[in-house]
C-alpha cells in the first residue's frame, strides 16, 4: 500500500493478527458483504484467493477483486493476492502470498517491486531459509490443523515447525494457517506465531463479525 507502509516488520506483525483468506468460493453469501463485516468484526489483513471448484477466472475474477481491493483501501487493510502476481501487479495490490510450487521469492520480489508484502508458505527449516534469503516478507506455516478448506493440503504438524523457527532465533513475522478456530487459535501464538489466518471459522460462520470479534479475542488477550 502505499498510504502505510506494511512491510516494517511491526507494522506487518499487526497485520498479521487476525488474518482472512477468502474468494468466491468460500462463501456461501456475497463475498462483498463477507467481507464487509469481516471488516467490521476486525480482520486485521486480507487475502483473496481464488481457488477450488467452481472459482473466476479471466475478468470475472480480476472485477471481484478489484471490489474486495476497494472495501479493503477503505478501511486501510492489507490487501494481498494469493498466486497471481500479475493480478497483483494490475491492481497495484499491497503485496502477494506463493507456496513452494510457485515462481522463486527473488523473481516474484524483482516483479512486484521491494514496497509489496512477499508471504510464503513454508513447511520446514530449509524452505523457510530459502524463503528468508529470497526477501519473504512473512511466513505462512501450518495445516497447524487438520483442515478440508485447500485439497492439496499437506497433513498438519502442530505448532512444531512455529517453535522450531522461533528456537533458532528467526524474527520474521510468522502466520498460521490450518483449521484454526477461536478454541485453539491461543495455542499458535504461544508457539511463537505473530498471527493467525483462516478462512471457512470466518466465511461460513452465521455472523462473520461476530466469528471475527472471538477470534481477535483470543489473539488479542494472550
Given at each position: 500500500?502505499?498510504?502505510?507502509?506494511?512491510?516494517?516488520?511491526?507494522?506487518?506483525?499487526?497485520?498479521?493478527?487476525?488474518?482472512?483468506?477468502?474468494?468466491?468460493?468460500?462463501?456461501?453469501?456475497?463475498?462483498?458483504?463477507?467481507?464487509?463485516?469481516?471488516?467490521?468484526?476486525?480482520?486485521?489483513?486480507?487475502?483473496?484467493r481464488e481457488k477450488g471448484s467452481?472459482?473466476?477466472?479471466?475478468?470475472?475474477?480480476?472485477?471481484?477483486?478489484?471490489?474486495?481491493?476497494?472495501?479493503?483501501?477503505?478501511?486501510?487493510?492489507?490487501?494481498?493476492?494469493?498466486?497471481?502476481?500479475?493480478?497483483?501487479?494490475?491492481?497495484?495490490?499491497?503485496?502477494?502470498?506463493?507456496?513452494?510450487?510457485?515462481?522463486?521469492?527473488?523473481?516474484?520480489?524483482?516483479?512486484?517491486?521491494?514496497?509489496?508484502?512477499?508471504?510464503?508458505?513454508?513447511?520446514?527449516?530449509?524452505?523457510?531459509?530459502?524463503?528468508?534469503?529470497?526477501?519473504?516478507?512473512?511466513?505462512?506455516?501450518?495445516?497447524?490443523?487438520?483442515?478440508?478448506?485447500?485439497?492439496?493440503?499437506?497433513?498438519?504438524?502442530?505448532?512444531?515447525?512455529?517453535?522450531?523457527?522461533?528456537?533458532?532465533?528467526?524474527?520474521?513475522?510468522?502466520?498460521?494457517?490450518?483449521?484454526?478456530?477461536?478454541?485453539?487459535?491461543?495455542?499458535?501464538?504461544?508457539?511463537?506465531?505473530?498471527?493467525?489466518?483462516?478462512?471457512?471459522?470466518?466465511?461460513?460462520?452465521?455472523?462473520?463479525?461476530?466469528?471475527?470479534?472471538?477470534?481477535?479475542?483470543?489473539?488479542?488477550?494472550?
Amino acid at each position: 500500500m502505499s498510504r502505510l507502509n506494511f512491510r516494517n516488520r511491526d507494522s506487518l506483525r499487526e497485520a498479521l493478527k487476525v488474518y482472512f483468506i477468502m474468494g468466491s468460493p468460500n462463501c456461501t453469501g456475497n463475498p462483498d458483504r463477507v467481507l464487509q463485516e469481516a471488516v467490521e468484526g476486525g480482520i486485521t489483513l486480507f487475502q483473496f484467493r481464488e481457488k477450488g471448484s467452481g472459482a473466476l477466472t479471466g475478468d470475472k475474477k480480476a472485477e471481484l477483486a478489484k471490489e474486495l481491493q476497494q472495501i479493503c483501501r477503505e478501511y486501510q487493510i492489507p490487501f494481498i493476492i494469493n498466486d497471481d502476481i500479475d493480478l497483483a501487479i494490475a491492481l497495484n495490490a499491497d503485496g502477494v502470498h506463493i507456496g513452494q510450487e510457485d515462481e522463486p521469492v527473488a523473481e516474484v520480489r524483482n516483479k512486484i517491486g521491494h514496497d509489496k508484502i512477499i508471504g510464503v508458505s513454508v513447511h520446514s527449516y530449509d524452505e523457510a531459509i530459502t524463503a528468508l534469503r529470497g526477501g519473504a516478507d512473512y511466513f505462512g506455516i501450518g495445516p497447524v490443523f487438520p483442515t478440508n478448506t485447500k485439497e492439496d493440503a499437506k497433513p498438519s504438524n502442530g505448532t512444531k515447525l512455529i517453535e522450531e523457527l522461533r528456537n533458532k532465533e528467526f524474527s520474521i513475522p510468522i502466520v498460521g494457517i490450518g483449521g484454526i478456530t477461536a478454541e485453539n487459535a491461543g495455542s499458535v501464538i504461544k508457539a511463537g506465531a505473530d498471527g493467525v489466518s483462516v478462512i471457512t471459522a470466518i466465511s461460513h460462520a452465521p455472523s462473520v463479525s461476530e466469528a471475527v470479534k472471538v477470534l481477535r479475542k483470543s489473539v488479542l488477550d494472550l
